[in-house]
Each structure stands twice: as structure tokens, then as C-alpha cells.
């Protein structure tokens, strides 16, 4: 059965840095999609970061390009998301999520399989 776990959540200053960690269980990730996506309170979720399973293409948000590094341990079907310099804007629910397509994309309505999240929280 395949299953989620997100961590790494947790309360930082202006300018820290934070690494999550999306485990993924049950499922073998050959030619998959793994991305991060974030909801901040009131706000619709959107896509922050994607690794492709395959060679490892990565693509990432405006918003956090050069600041957030995607990375991923095939071994241990472990994705990281590296996250440097953070900001107030930054705060939200982290979450994980695989589809397998060959299609690269962001939009969260594209992925079919889901972790809880994980808390960020960046204070000023």
C-alpha cells in the first residue's frame, strides 16, 4: 500500500534554512513525479518544487527558485526539499505527492497520491 510521510516542519527566523523529507512507501517510483506543494492559510495549494524519478529533471515555483533545492535518495525512495533563506511568505502546510506521467507539471490537480503535511512556520 502506498504511503506518504512527510517531516521536517518547524518554526524558523527570517533568513533560516529547513530541510523536508517526503518518504515514500509501498510503491515502486520508476518513471514517477514527486513534488512539494504548499497551502498557506485562506490561500488555494500550489506547486513549490518536482523531481522526476527517471533523470531526475527538476522544476520549481518563481516564487522559491534559487532559494529551495529539490533532491532526491533513490535508494531509500527518500525526496528532499532543501529550503534556504526563508521568509514570512514561505509559512504554510508542506505536503508530498506522486503521479506517474510523462507530463511535467506544478498544478497540484494533477497528482493523485498525498502525505499529511508538514508545518512550515517563518517569522519575522
Known amino acids: 500500500q502506498l504511503r506518504i510521510v512527510e517531516s521536517g516542519g518547524d518554526l524558523v527566523r527570517l533568513g533560516g534554512s529547513l530541510r523536508l523529507s517526503c518518504a515514500v512507501s509501498g510503491v515502486t517510483l520508476d518513471n514517477a513525479q514527486i513534488g512539494w506543494f504548499r497551502q498557506a492559510p485562506g490561500k488555494e495549494r500550489e506547486g513549490v518544487s518536482m523531481?522526476?524519478?527517471?533523470?531526475?529533471?527538476?522544476i520549481y515555483a518563481d516564487s522559491v527558485n534559487g532559494r529551495f533545492t529539490i533532491s532526491r535518495n533513490g535508494t531509500k525512495n527518500t525526496v528532499y526539499l532543501q529550503m534556504n533563506s526563508l521568509k514570512p511568505e514561505d509559512t504554510a502546510v508542506y505536503y508530498c505527492a506522486v503521479r506517474w506521467t510523462s507530463i511535467m507539471t506544478l498544478n497540484p490537480m494533477h497528482y493523485n497520491y498525498w502525505g499529511q503535511g508538514t508545518q512550515v512556520t517563518v517569522s519575522s
Open positions: 523531481i522526476t524519478t527517471g533523470d531526475g529533471t527538476t
